[in-house]
């Protein structure tokens, strides 16, 4: 099993430029999630998912979107870039459990810098 | 508002001894925790966890301690070993199905082991 992947490692963005960052999961989980993890700030959730054609948001949306089109993958866009989204990014997967207690599995990140 | 907060940005032991990590909370419906470690350029790993029924729990030489009425969780490593090198995320979860996992992490501790 390779578990969480992520696709690209690294990525360099002109301000305004879009691009889309993949991750794949092969682990049947239900529950994905997106983070974005800064200097001194730790790991924050941007959006989720709970199943297949299903999103949400979390703590820090604003100008990011997402798709769940097949279970085993999780799309994040960033329509128009900005200097404020040069971050560390990282996709979670986890497994759907009776009273929300379980284990996020965590891919490898996307390092992206906005120019 | 940090709801999960580890106050020491960094932490320096000697092989051997015990590394103590402490992370506090402030949302008293938080009723799980986890503690995940990271090595640079790789995702978050689950170390352990420790659901609010118990105040310990103890996987090898790895243990976590849960004060609720002090809002308060401590990962004791002993003895610490230079490949624990790492930096270590506290993270908590609401009760519930409708929580969907989502975990709120801290900022992180940079714990270094020196042989």
């Known amino acids: 099993n390779a578990g969480v992947t992520q696709t690209p490692k690294f990525r360099v963005l002109k301000t305004g430029q879009s691009m889309t960052l993949l991750c794949a999961q092969d682990m049947n989980h239900e529950y994905m999630y997106w983070y974005r993890q800064d200097p001194g700030m730790g790991l924050r959730l941007i959006h989720y998912s709970v199943g297949e054609g299903t999103t949400a948001k979390g703590e820090v949306p604003d100008g990011y979107n997402v798709s769940r089109l097949k279970k085993q993958n999780f799309l994040l866009g960033l329509e128009s870039a900005a200097p404020s989204q040069t971050s560390v990014y990282f996709c979670?997967?986890?497994?759907?459990?009776?009273?929300?207690?379980?284990?996020?599995?965590f891919g490898p990140g996307t390092r992206l810098t906005v120019l | 508002d940090q709801q999960v907060k580890q106050n020491s940005p960094s932490l320096s032991v000697q092989e051997g001894r015990i590394s103590i990590l402490n992370c506090d909370y402030t949302n008293s419906m938080f009723d799980y925790f986890l503690w995940y470690k990271k090595y640079p350029a790789e995702g978050p790993t689950f170390l352990i966890s420790?659901?609010?029924?118990?105040d310990k729990n103890e996987d090898g030489r790895f243990t976590v301690f849960l004060n609720k009425s002090a809002k308060h969780l401590s990962l004791h490593i002993v003895p610490s070993q230079p490949g624990d090198s790492a930096v270590y995320f506290c993270?908590?979860?609401?009760?519930?199905?409708?929580?969907?996992?989502?975990?709120?992490f801290g900022q992180g501790t940079i714990l270094t082991v020196h042989p």
């Open positions: 993270a908590a979860s609401l009760a519930g199905g409708t929580s969907y996992g989502k975990l709120t």
């Open positions: 979670a997967s986890s497994l759907r459990l009776a009273g929300g207690y379980n284990e996020q599995f």
């Open positions: 420790i659901s609010s029924i118990k």
